[in-house]
Every structure is written in C-alpha cells, then in structure tokens.
C-alpha cells in the first residue's frame, strides 16, 4: 500500500507562483513513475505532468508546458510542481499519483494510488 499526501495549495493571483509537494509513503518510491493530474469542477480529471524515477524524464502537457515544473527527491520521497505565471484557468484541485511499474504515462488508468487533492485557486 502506498499512501500520497500533497500540500502547498492555496489561493493565488494571476500571474503568480506556487509548489505543490507530494510524499509517499514506503521505501520503493524511488521505483515509481510519478504524475500530478487537476480536476476543475464539473471536468474531468486531466493529466498536467510527470517524472519517470531517473528524475530526468519528463512529460507535461501542451498548456503548462514552460510554466509548470515537476521534478523528485528520491531521498525525501517527494515529488513536486512548481508553477509559475498561474492562471484563472489552472483553477482546480491537484493530485498526485503514483505508477508502480514506472512508465511515464499520461492516462489516469496507469496510476494506482492518489492523494487526496489539494486545492489550487487563481484569483484574476
């Protein structure tokens, strides 16, 4: 069983910055591909970004692509998302999720644990 806690939500105007962590807990984290998702009311959760466990492969998608970054720290079990120039429509709540078999994927099916959300609001 793998557990995920994210924190750093929060309220934010447009145009500004926020990091989003994430901690799992067990000692294979450094086995995991890990993504963040978003999920604004009334959408469907989305794919935003993720890390194989090298660290150095990445994925993000099209509209947060040069705002967003994910990166990991192996040693501390955690994985983030800094994004930079917010705006109203990142609006939504974020979730990490974890892929034990390692892939770097984009599909909400190839995750099998979540954290619980946090949310992120982007005042205009």
């Known amino acids: 069983q793998v557990q995920l806690v994210e924190s750093g939500g929060g309220l934010v105007q447009a145009g500004g910055s926020l990091r989003l962590s994430c901690t799992a807990s067990g000692r294979t984290f450094r086995n995991y591909a890990m993504g963040w998702f978003r999920q604004a009311p009334g959408q469907e959760r989305e794919f935003v970004a993720a890390?194989?466990?090298?660290?150095?492969?990445?994925a993000y998608t099209e509209s947060v692509k040069d705002r967003f970054t994910i990166s990991r720290d192996n040693a501390k079990n955690t994985v983030y998302v800094e994004m930079n120039s917010l705006k109203p429509e990142d609006t939504a709540v974020y979730f990490c999720a974890a892929d034990l078999y390692g892939r770097l994927s984009t599909s909400i099916d190839a995750y099998e644990y979540w954290g619980q959300g946090t949310q992120v609001t982007v005042s205009s």
């Open positions: 890390i194989r466990t090298n660290g150095r492969t990445t």
